[in-house]
């Protein structure tokens, strides 16, 4: 029982960290529908400057700050510099492109920051809470964690839902043509999609960064597993990212304590293909819109 | 919603729209060929002709969806020939394209949002959402669904309300009878006819179905393989049966 329980809690709180990556990810295939493959790579860079911040004597909500508004200002540059050329062309230009960017970033970051593995800091205690003498498997920083990222999911449903910014948003990515018929600067809202994805990315970096150690290739695991989320999810939802990132953090935890860790990745392989076999359009896909 | 000061039409736009020999090729295709068309304020004016005959190029060269290759658009002697489409759209020309104008993954209300927020922008909120439910009842019930459960009928009229919360000088309208029980076209060309009447909008209407299109008309224009071969009073083209024949099939 008790291997239970900290086996859930910790994979809901690896299952947050899955779940922002995967929420990134589908903020810009929403928007632009390009896997966005530098995603990891962006989130490790902005990962690094957070830590030289915190190197410099700085605190750690500071470097967060540092890193979040250059996540925002990277996804955005990226975006006008990088996609922008290959939108509108075949799909998988920009997805190569996306690839390319991922092998640039980490061999920059590697001759910027070295490639050795660097300690981060937590801004939490990593001593798990004792309840009735026992210690579990659940601390202070996955707390701070878990609330993080379900922080930031309502402040992106309540930006999408509720704000005439999100709206327009919504209008670009659905219909491009009727929203700028609409008088949408369709362009503009594409770069703040991708700045939001890239800042949410670069959170999910600092959240899988905190009390571990980092280097230039250490958010590769995260992204096979966010992806995995992120098409469990649909792809289109950000609910069903989040959904998504916290069934796979306990399915895979579950496989890693029962099972034996080895197996991980192949699981997260199985998943993958039983997903796309059996439901291929997600677990919260809307239904096929009507056309008339 | 804001409401911002309604600044009246009383502004100095008057909502002329002038095309001069306006040029649009598709590759090889010339689909448009030194089209001359001037649609005055207060009056519907109205592009018939078959399949192919370059209608629909023509409104979406207008609107900035297409790049002309020769020619001008003028919105009362402002020059929007290359100016992009949101642009154009924020200029006061609002274009209505055929069939797929609605956002279907968007609800009713949220659809008619975005037009208001061009309204709001252009400081233009003589049409509010109370007033466009009011027009059409069929809206008012179904607006918190999303948009793809509404019926042919309806989705024009949604395009259409949503047109009108932007505030037009110019409205493009691009064949609001495809696909339509006569009677919904009976009904959506006489809501249209009062608009302008009422508004004084001006209005660029491209159809097929000629007859309804020119008992609401005030200019007809035909248009045949992208050239215009008649222009005249909505009238006096009803009544030329030669034409009639030969371009208009009925």
Redesign the interface.
Known sequence: MQQFLNVTLTGLGQGAVYAAFALALVLIWRSTRIVNFAQGAMAMFTTYLALTVIEGGQSYWVALAVALVTGLVLGAGIERLVIRPVEGGPELNAVIVTLGLFVALQALAAILFGSTFQSFPAPFDLRGFTVGGVNIAFTPNSIYIIVAVVVVMLGLVALFRFTDLGLKMRAAAFNQEVSRLLGVRVGRMLTLGWALAAGVGSLSGLLIAGGSLVFPAYMDAVIVYGFVAAVLGGLDSPAGAVVGGLTIGLLLSYVSGYLGSELVALAALVILVAVLLVRPQGLFARTAARRV | MSELVSSSSSTVSTGTLEISGLTTAYGPVTALDSVDITAERGQVTAVLGANGAGKSTLLRTV???VRPAAGQVLLDGTDLTRA???AI??AGI??V?E????????TVE?NL???A??GA??RRTEHNLARVYEMFPALAKRRRR?A?VLS?GE?QMLVIG?ALL?GPDVLLLDEPSL?LAPRIVAQIFGLLRELVDSDGVTVLLVEQNARSALSIADVGIVLNLGRVVARDSAGALAADDGLRHAYLGF
């Open positions: 609107s900035g969806l992009p489409a949101e759209a924020r609002a274009h394209p069939g797929r104008g609605v956002i279907t993954e968007l949220e949002r975005l037009g927020l061009l922008s252009r999303d793809h042919g989705r949503r932007s696909g």
